[in-house]
């Protein structure tokens, strides 16, 4: 009697189980927000992403209003404020389609922007990269990047890549 399995050989590389051939998949989480640092991070993300066979997450956060006792304007106001969520992130996929040849992971979520990223990160095990870019006004880098290098530095267990905010195109070209 013959065995039919076959033992893994350099030479015979497809004998190998897919689950050892598989390279873990790293995703870079984009936090979309309306600050001009954006588009370099996205930038950033895309090309890191494309060179390294990733792909990219977008999270966007809706901040709960505080109009508790007009809930039905509050609802309507939450509403208005997904639905350009939505169409914003619909428009940065293309990009990141456009840069990458992939479409983006897309995370709409409701709360505070600080916990929500921490909150998402911990629920998806292939986000591997958080980045951000820091904003070029003289009040600092901006809030995500004031926490998370400071107070919820230990929070993360993803590396974070902060990018300068005020890089060009060829800039992010060059070092990517």
């Not at 600050?35 to 930038?43: C, F, G, N, T």
């Not at 039905?72 to 350009?84: D, G, P, S, T, Y």
């Not at 840069?99 to 992971?105: D, I, N």
Request: glycine letters at 8%.
């Amino acid at each position: 009697m013959t065995d039919a399995t076959q033992t893994p050989t350099p030479e015979n590389p497809q004998s190998q189980p897919e689950a050892q051939a598989a390279k873990p998949l790293r995703i870079f989480l984009v936090v979309v927000d309306d600050s001009p640092e954006l588009k370099v991070a996205l930038r950033y993300a895309c090309l890191r992403a494309r060179k390294s066979g990733g792909k990219v997450a977008l999270l966007t956060v809706l901040e709960k209003g505080e109009m508790q006792h007009w809930l039905a304007v509050e609802n309507l106001i939450r509403e208005e404020q997904r639905a350009e969520a939505e169409q914003k992130l619909q428009k940065l996929a293309r990009e990141v389609n456009r840069l990458t040849g992939t479409l983006p992971a897309l995370y709409v979520r409701e709360g505070n922007r600080l916990e929500e990223v921490l909150a998402l990160i911990a629920e998806e095990p292939s986000i591997s990269i958080l980045v951000l870019a820091a904003g070029t006004d003289p009040e600092g880098p901006g809030p995500l990047i004031s926490y998370y290098t400071g107070r919820g530095l230990g929070r993360l267990r993803i590396p974070l890549t902060i990018v300068p905010g005020g890089l060009s195109n060829e800039a992010l070209d060059a070092i990517t």
